[in-house]
């Protein structure tokens, strides 16, 4: 244990004065070091120490109150509060265990609203007069290690009453992400502090938004520790200022307009010398520059300017200091920095941005509080997966405590590109959370200050392939070509917008234009791989709007629909197979296609291939669907997250009755026959809401996490709760089972933790009477463990979950038509989990045992939906067994983000799912409803090699033959006779890829089902 300053001993007489302790008193500095341990903070805080929120490279911060009672470590409380030092303890010390310690330490709990990012740790002297060389140790410390996102702290300085300029010390140290730690901090200050007559302020501060997810850490410093040496009154002494010195962005091999700043000088025995660092030069008339100066004492009996110039020879960042020295005396140094330009390959990499934009980018704030600015988290280009960071970028995030109303532009300096040949636009960007996309627009006539929205200003959109909200992935957008705005003033924009109820957090790094003496390369882009059209009666039309973009073409582009059912159009009005563009047509705002959809056969799925391409790029496809089976001969499932449906305050959507009357209008437009729900806590609520919607029936779950209804368990009540809502008229004789269940409700098998602690598996087996048929099946309703801290914890858990869910399917239901769905909290192409031993999913099990089980939802992963708010990937799914696979209607599993998009602020007042539904065919689907069976159809040989025979229980006419494998992808689709489909079947089967394929064949009055393996 370190001794305590003198200063310790006069806190219980300053408290009885009734004197501020925290930051009002600063220290005054003696003798040669300033300890602090912290042992006392159970009073107050120590002289000279505040603790504050929302600091800034720029601002000080809101100076808060300390909590000054015992906290634990794992108390999520937001604030700054009294904990037991990590000294002497382990991870495992219990409350009681850390509320007997005497060995104190400072720390901060962040949260969403208090201190991420702008927490600080503040110390302050009254000055350093006639002191040098200062060095600081401390402990810092990461005391939850169940909290699993990362905060990075620095060491900075500012002088001053109020200081508006800080200075970073050290590289930092990023702490928490499910970690213990006790690390010894050292920073040297060398020069910066040395005999400073005002005010000093030391921060240990956060000032960049923690990463990661789920809860932030709780951090803390301990055993603080000054030191410095003291120098005589009568030694030589250099006095320079400590504003560092920056240059905008500079042309190579020219020279900068200079800066200035005063050097004084006392107690002088010999000349003072002062030296540049490469890329500067310094002069004393601002005439004549070189690389050293001299100064006689004589000069420097009076406070003398030092001119300072930027001379780059290289692009890039380029920062050292000046040096000024004397004999006897303590070298002093300024710092300057500077990044320079080459006008054939402009690079800005803000390796050197701390606080607002630097390089000569510029931020304007349209509306909002919150604005574009530098951040730690940039690109680190050593990092193939791009997910780590690395100092610095750009970063805005328009969350505050919640989603706040902006509009920020960030823009560039003004670009020579009037001789480029082909001026090129590239950028490193990622984005977390949802939100709008980024805009990226550019204009030759703006002023370079000032609104961009000035009158007279023009400003054109241009189309660029930014990565897909939520991911998070640093991602190279290149080659956006800009020929078509070549200027002597050319300005980039990047224009952000967040609302109150979304805001993505979006990061900008290594922005270059180069002059590239070749065109780049055609590209094309569209803005979906899938046009889902549901269900539309026959004989009718409906359009939908695809936009497609069409870079650097050297010959036409065509867009062509294999499936004439589907066709295109330019402008809306005349519609065709194919439609094309000339390469003069290209550019980079993306052109606005109309699909229409005009099935004329009932009870008929429809698919095509919507084929875009060029000459030289690469050729894209977008996978078009729709059906004619009327809802009211199909069975339609939909599972559902409803995001703690009217539990207690502080859990979901805040107002309860909204939330209600809003997931009453949610289903009463889905109206499925079966609603699986998960998250249901105030049964007496969904009650009503069944009622309500007339027709329907529920059941719910008498297994939850942390207990079951069982025994009056105090946990069930307040516990999400899994429920089936089913319509009376179409689904008889339901049983109700929870699988995997422990023997009498204990807690002690795996199930229980690979369950999220009870929350089984939740079956209803049932009859299914549609189309004059009954057909017996299995409806499985998963709440999967979620990815919680730890993280490979949870995905363990997870898989073995899915697993022994598996298993216990296989042996039990090996020939029962069923349906896995609700919430996997994992998605089925790879897993969500960052930080997982594998980037396989949870439900590998599955997803491989193709011959065995469909997944429904699959394409819709692989087409980049997303079924959560927040987050871009599927995680609500559905699984079929083999034998339901083949009632599926292909194409029909959709993400219901068109109906949530109906309710205000759904994701706020709702939930942060959405509903998924899929869709089945029982039976003959005519109108008069003909009682008949659905019939297999016979395939041989089955294996299948090259060519396969297609034999029917009936002679029949006309059929539609749709394949599909087992991920959903529609492999063919034909008309005609059983004759003419085998042979057209059998030219394609040599090029289908080996698995399994399942086959519907329909005609004017029946259905008939098969499938084959392809080896």
């Known amino acids: 244990m370190m001794n305590k300053y003198s200063l310790q001993r006069l806190l219980p007489a300053l408290m009885a004065l009734g004197l501020s302790t925290g930051a009002m008193a600063q220290v005054t500095l003696q003798n040669s070091s300033y300890t602090q341990d912290f042992d006392g903070i159970g009073t107050a805080l120590p002289v000279g120490f505040s603790v504050r929120t929302g600091a800034t490279a720029t601002a000080l911060g809101t100076e808060v109150a ?7 470590w794992a108390n999520t409380s937001g604030r700054f509060s009294n904990y037991a030092s990590a000294d002497g303890l382990t991870a495992a010390a219990d409350a009681a265990a850390q509320d007997a310690s005497t060995d104190r330490a400072l720390g901060v709990r962040q949260t969403g609203s208090f201190g991420d990012p702008g927490a600080a740790f503040v110390f302050q002297a009254v000055n350093t007069t006639n002191k040098t060389s200062f060095s600081l140790s401390f402990k810092l410390q990461s005391l939850d290690n169940t909290s699993a996102r990362t905060t990075a702290w620095r060491v900075d300085y500012g002088t001053g009453e109020n200081p508006t300029n800080f200075q970073t010390i050290g590289s930092g140290t990023s702490l928490g992400n499910t970690s213990f730690s006790n690390t010894p901090i ?26 990661g997810s789920g809860s932030r850490p709780t951090t803390a410093i301990d055993d603080f520790s000054l030191t410095w040496n003291t120098v005589s009154a009568t030694d030589p002494a250099i006095s320079v200022p400590t504003t560092p010195l920056t240059f905008a962005s ?8 200079s800066q200035n700043y005063q050097i004084s000088a006392v107690n002088l025995t010999g000349d003072v010398t002062v030296t540049a660092p490469a890329s500067f030069t310094v002069s004393k008339d601002n005439t004549a520059f070189s690389s050293t100066i001299t100064f006689t004492p004589a000069e420097l009996a009076t406070a003398k300017p030092v001119y300072v110039r930027y001379t780059p020879t290289a692009i890039g960042a380029a920062s050292g200091n000046i040096t000024h020295t004397t ?8 710092a300057v920095s500077g990044t320079a330009f080459d006008p054939n390959n402009l690079l800005f990499s803000f390796d050197n941005c701390t606080g607002s934009p630097s390089e000569g980018w510029t931020q304007f704030s349209v509306t909002g509080a919150q604005t574009w600015g530098c951040t730690t988290f940039g690109r680190d280009a050593n990092d193939a997966t791009g997910k780590a960071s690395k100092p610095n970028g750009l970063q805005i995030n328009g969350f505050s405590g919640s989603s706040v109303l902006n509009e920020d532009w960030l823009i560039s300096p003004a670009l020579n590109t009037s001789s480029f040949a082909y001026p090129l636009l590239s950028f490193y960007s990622r984005v977390a959370f949802s939100g709008a996309p980024l805009q990226l627009k550019v204009s030759t006539n703006y002023s370079g200050t000032g609104s961009p929205n000035a009158a007279g200003v023009t400003w054109t959109t241009v189309d660029a392939a930014f990565p897909a909200i939520g991911s998070d992935t640093w991602t190279l957008t290149d080659n956006v070509d800009l020929s078509a705005f070549k200027s002597a003033t050319l300005y980039v924009a990047f224009v952000y917008n967040s609302t109150t109820d979304e805001a993505a957090r979006w990061t900008l790094d290594d922005i270059r234009v180069r002059n590239s003496t070749t065109a780049p390369p055609p590209s094309l882009a569209v803005n979906t791989s899938t046009l889902a059209f549901g269900y539309r009666a026959p004989n009718t039309v409906t359009t939908q709007t695809l936009n497609v973009t069409l870079r650097d073409l050297t010959a036409a582009a065509t867009i062509t629909s294999s499936n004439p059912v589907f066709q295109l159009s330019k402008d809306g009005t005349a519609f065709s197979n194919s439609i094309s563009f000339d390469a003069i047509e290209a550019s980079s705002t993306p052109k606005t296609i109309a699909v229409r959809f005009s099935p004329t056969q009932a009870s008929t799925s429809y698919s095509s291939t919507l084929t875009v391409a060029s000459t030289g790029a690469t050729s894209l496809t977008i996978d078009a669907t729709g059906n004619t089976y009327n809802v009211a001969n199909t069975l339609e499932v939909v599972s559902w997250n409803i995001e703690w449906f009217g539990s207690q305050a502080g859990l979901g959507p805040q107002d309860k009755a909204l939330q209600q009357e809003n997931v009453k209008t949610m289903l009463t437009n889905l109206n499925a026959d079966i609603f699986a729900l998960a998250e249901v806590v105030d049964t007496v609520r969904l009650g009503t809401v069944v009622r309500q919607l007339g027709g329907y029936r529920y059941m719910v779950s008498p297994a939850a996490s942390g207990g079951s209804s069982a025994g009056n368990n105090s946990f069930y009540a307040t516990a999400q709760k899994l429920v089936f809502v089913y319509r009376t008229s179409v689904i008889k004789n339901p049983t109700f089972k929870v699988l995997l269940e422990c023997d009498n409700q204990a807690t002690n098998c795996a199930a229980y933790s690979d369950w999220s602690s009870g929350r089984y598996p939740y079956s209803m087996e049932a009859d299914v009477e549609l189309n004059g048929t009954t057909n017996h099946m299995l409806v499985v309703l998963i709440h999967a463990k979620a990815n919680t801290s730890p993280v490979v914890d949870a995905y363990n858990r997870r898989k073995a979950g899915a697993t022994a869910l598996k298993a216990k399917l296989d042996a039990d239901y090996p020939t029962t038509k069923f349906v896995i769905v609700g919430d996997y909290n994992d998605d089925l192409d790879e897993t969500i989990t960052a930080g997982a031993p594998t ?16 997944a429904l939802t699959l394409p819709l992963s692989l087409a980049k939906k997303k079924s959560t708010v927040s987050y871009n990937d599927v995680i609500d799914h559905a699984v079929a067994s083999n034998e339901l696979a083949a009632n599926y209607l292909t194409g029909s ?11 205000p602020n759904y994701a706020n007042t709702t939930s942060d799912h959405y509903p998924v539904q899929t869709r089945y065919v029982f039976g003959t689907v005519t109108s008069t409803k003909s009682a008949r069976l659905a019939q297999q159809l016979s395939i041989s040989p089955n294996p299948v090699h090259n060519t396969l025979s297609l034999q029917l ?28 489909l085998t042979q057209q079947l059998s030219q394609r089967v040599g090029s289908l890829k080996a698995g399994m394929y399942l086959v519907r064949a329909t005609s004017a009055q029946q259905v008939y089902f098969g499938r084959f393996v392809k080896q």
């Open 66 to 72: 300390l909590t000054t009672a015992k906290t634990p």
């Open 953 to 980: 229980p009936t002679q029949v006419g006309e059929l539609t033959l749709n394949v599909t494998s087992t991920d959903g992808r529609v492999v063919f689709v034909g008309t005609g006779r059983a004759e003419l």
């Open 186 to 211: 050292t920073v040297d200050f060398e020069n910066a502090l040395n005999n400073k007559s005002e005010k000093v302020w030391i921060r240990i501060v956060a000032l960049a938004n923690s990463t």
């Open 250 to 257: 500079q042309l190579i091999n020219t020279a900068s307009a």
């Open 327 to 334: 004999p006897g005396g303590v070298n002093q140094t300024v």
């Open 839 to 854: 980037t396989e999913s949870s439900y590998k099990a599955f997803v491989d045992d193709a011959a065995n089980y469909q």
């Open 893 to 903: 599993a959709e993400i219901q983000t068109s109906l949530a998009a109906l309710i």
